[in-house]
């Protein structure tokens, strides 16, 4: 039964669900192209990935994703000339595979590779001491990223884990051996457990035979879920006063004239309707930092608020970086505004304007996909993530409908005003050379020495699992 664009769009169903391996499937009813995607994901255990993984863990991989790109070249190219895609990543929670392209030779060029994927050991040492050069160049470029792009990873790894720096993938990367290397590749696929959505012009057959030959490639040992790789965020104490928690750093390029300041405010609070307030605060104080802090004040041309789902916290985000301002004043100017013209707008705000930020952001949430990526993508973002949520946009809009002004009004002024209740804020700076990172903090501003040694001295946010959905009935 064909669907139109205007019809709600159907879930994804899960066809199999055994101590290795989930797969789901939908076919194209909607689009209408001879086209296909399929998304593997393969959980290894979190002491290879996920929260165990090192910066020793991240040296191996990019080398055995270096070796992999060069074995499969001739593959990868070929397939590219006749409309065909392939990527090779790496997550938090392990590897993952994307293959796209036209339906009819898609199956066949996604079984081959995964298959030389999974029976591949490097093997030419004399590339070794290449791929690490290579590799150490695009690491070494974090050194030239703009100041607000390293705060925003100092700010990293203070809350999430994995977290680690590229510098120090590169110290790592110089110790590899390649019998090391060989030996954690041959290790890599003992243990697993893998997740798959096979979406478009194909039949269930199809896509169950496609998945029988990946996974008789694979054959590894099931990974049971409380040991599967994940990610997690730590939850910011609460810090009334101040600027919170802050980590101040020196930019590592001297010849850099910016200075950046990132100020996080997050809400561990996974109550549904505490998470659209936050968004519903990033859409209102957005344009009003820009136009004070960009515009009116003229600091520089990175200015901008954002809003982040990560791990069960939402956060709101300030961030500026400037070469007419040193990082104190960039700090004192964001929670100027915080806790001055912000909070004036939000706490003046009328229920038509209010109206007004809601409405904005249900038309948004309520946009129908356009392509086949674009919904296969959303799903396989609910698959990755172990959530399931497929009415995700409908459940946020019924959140978003039922919020009051009263109540947005109630959270600024606990999670982000200073004085709030629950206010847990992280302030991360990235200072040029030869100025100051900060003069008198004010007080309750707490200094973070060592970021790591903070994060595990902290409590992980807990995320309940979702279960997944029922085993669908075979056509």
Known sequence: ?????????????????????????????????????IFIQIAQPDTVFGTGTTPRTSALARLLKTYLTDFLREDTYAASTAGLGYAYELTSKGIRLTFSGFS???????????????AFVP?????????????????????????????????????????????DVMEELKGVTFKELQEWTRKLWTEGFGEALVQGNFEEREALELMRKVEDSFQFKAVPPEKRATSTVVELPIE????????????????????????????????????????????????????DLRTKQQLGYIVFASY??????????????????????????????????????????????????????????????????????????EIAEGEYKYDREELDVAALRGLTLDFVKDLYARVIKVGGAARRPLTAVVYATGQQGAKTLPEGTELIADARTFRKSRPVIIVPKAAPPPLAKRA
């Open 1 to 37: 039964v064909a669907e139109q664009i205007s019809d709600p769009i159907a879930p994804p169903k899960m066809l199999v669900d055994s101590p290795t391996w989930r797969v789901h499937f939908k076919p194209d009813r909607r689009y209408g192209q001879p086209k296909g995607i």
């Open 104 to 118: 009819d030779k898609l199956p066949a060029f996604a079984t081959t590779v995964a298959a030389k994927i999974a």
């Open 123 to 167: 093997q030419d040492e004399a590339k070794l001491e290449r791929y690490k050069d290579q590799i150490s160049r695009d690491l070494a470029e974090f050194v030239n990223q703009q100041p607000y792009q390293k705060a925003g990873l100092f700010a990293r790894l203070c809350t999430d884990a994995p977290s680690y720096l590229p510098p």
């Open 240 to 291: 009334k006063d101040g600027y919170g928690l802050a980590l101040i750093r020196e930019e590592l390029n001297p010849s850099e004239v910016n200075s950046a300041v990132m100020v996080q405010f997050q809400n561990p609070n996974q109550d549904l309707k505490n998470q659209m307030a936050m968004l519903v605060i990033a859409a209102i104080i957005e344009q009003p930092f820009y136009q």
């Open 308 to 381: 982040k789902a990560d791990e069960g916290a939402r956060s709101v985000f300030f961030t500026v970086q400037s070469a007419v301002a040193d990082a104190a004043a960039l700090t004192d100017k964001v929670f100027s505004f915080v806790d001055g013209a912000a909070a004036k707008l939000v706490s003046e705000m009328t229920q038509e304007a209010f109206s007004a930020f809601v409405e904005g952001l249900v038309t948004s949430k309520l946009q129908k996909d356009k392509t086949l990526g674009a919904e296969a993508g959303r799903h396989w973002d």
